[in-house]
């Protein structure tokens, strides 16, 4: 999740510092994004 984040321009800080809630979020939300980033590749090149 670190890797993630810190490629979109979080701090590690922000990350560290998130209650376990906003951690909740933040790895819910980048699920969501390879989610969305599976349907785009599976649009362009057809489902594997």
Not at 34 to 39: S, V
């Amino acid at each position: 999740m670190l890797h993630h984040y810190l490629q979109r321009g979080h701090s590690i800080r922000s990350i560290i510092n998130a209650s376990p809630v906003e951690r909740l979020f933040l790895f819910a939300s980048m699920e969501k994004s390879f989610e969305e980033e599976k349907a785009k590749y599976e649009a362009m090149f057809g489902q594997s």
